[in-house]
C-alpha cells in the first residue's frame, strides 16, 4: 500500500482524527506496509487521510513520543525498526504501570462494574471455538474496557495519563496479534486473554492488591511473549506483505 493512497477524510473531531492517524499509520508499520526507514510525508498523509497538515504533523509528534518514528530535521519523519526483544522491553514498562494501577485501583471500582466485566469474560470463555472469530470485536471492547477501567480507577492522574498516552501503542500490537491470529483460523490467544482477564476481575472484586497485581503481571507478559513471537512468524496470504518489520523503540528512552 502506498502512503498516498487515499482511505477518504476523516469524519470526526480534532482530537480523534490525531487518533485515527496514529493507529492507523501504527498498524501499516506492523504491518510492514509502512517499511523500517521510510519518509512519512506530511502533504501524502494529508491526501490520504483527507485531513489539514496540523493533525498529521500532531500523528506525527505522538508517535515520535512512543518511539516509532525519528523526526529528524529537514528529513521529516522516518519509521523506525523494532526487534521482539523491543516488544519484550516495551511489555516490561507496561507491566510496571499497569500492576501499579491495578493495585491502586483496588477497592476503587464499583460492583457493578466488575460484575459487568466478569460476566462478559465468562460468557467469551464459553464460545464454542468454532464461533470465536464472529466474538474479536466483543472481546476487544472488553480488553479495552477492562484496563480502561483499572487507569481511570488508580487515583493517580499522573499514572493515567501515561498510560492512555501508550495504550494506542498497546492495543495496535493486540489489534495487529488478533487479525494475525484471524488469518489462521486460530483464536487460542483470545481464549487464553479470557482467562488471564476474569483473574484480574476476580482478584479486584476480592479486593486482594497482591493478587490482582500478579494476574496482571502474568497477563502482560503472556501477552509480551505471543506478540514477540508473532513478529517472528513469516507473513500470511491473508495479511499484508509482513509483519516482522516494526518501529523500534530507542532503547534506555524512557517511554
Not at 468454532?130 to 466483543?138: L, N, Q, Y
Request: net charge positive.
Amino acid at each position: 500500500m502506498s502512503v498516498s493512497e487515499p482511505i477518504g477524510p476523516l469524519k470526526c473531531d480534532h482530537g480523534q482524527r490525531r487518533q485515527a492517524i496514529v493507529a492507523s499509520l501504527l498498524t501499516d508499520v506492523f504491518q510492514r506496509r509502512l517499511k523500517a526507514g521510510q519518509h512519512l510525508v506530511t502533504r501524502e498523509l494529508a491526501g490520504r487521510f483527507g485531513v489539514s497538515h496540523t493533525p498529521i504533523r500532531e500523528a506525527l509528534i505522538a508517535l515520535a513520543g512512543i518511539g516509532i518514528v525519528d523526526l529528524e530535521p529537514n528529513r521529516g519523519a522516518v519509521v523506525r525498526s523494532v526487534t521482539p526483544r523491543d516488544v519484550r522491553e516495551i511489555c516490561q514498562v507496561r507491566r510496571a504501570l499497569e500492576c501499579e494501577a491495578v493495585r491502586r485501583a483496588c477497592g476503587r471500582i464499583a460492583p457493578g462494574d466488575l460484575d459487568e466485566l466478569r460476566e462478559g469474560f465468562r460468557r467469551q470463555m464459553a464460545v464454542k471455538e468454532s464461533e470465536r472469530a464472529g466474538f474479536v470485536e466483543e472481546a476487544r471492547v472488553l480488553d479495552s474496557r477492562l484496563h480502561d477501567t483499572i487507569s481511570a480507577s488508580c487515583g493517580n492522574a499522573f499514572l493515567a495519563n501515561e498510560l492512555s498516552r501508550l495504550k494506542i501503542l498497546f492495543r495496535a500490537f493486540r489489534d495487529v496479534s488478533w487479525e494475525h491470529d484471524g488469518a489462521r483460523n486460530d483464536y487460542r490467544r483470545l481464549d487464553n486473554e479470557s482467562h488471564e482477564h476474569l483473574a484480574i476481575v476476580e482478584a479486584l472484586a476480592a479486593g486482594d492488591r497482591r493478587a490482582a497485581a500478579r494476574a496482571m503481571s502474568s497477563h502482560i507478559m503472556a501477552g509480551a511473549s505471543y506478540w514477540s513471537l508473532t513478529l517472528r512468524e513469516p507473513p500470511t496470504p491473508a495479511a499484508a506483505p509482513g509483519r516482522r518489520t516494526v518501529s523500534r523503540v530507542r532503547r534506555g528512552e524512557p517511554l
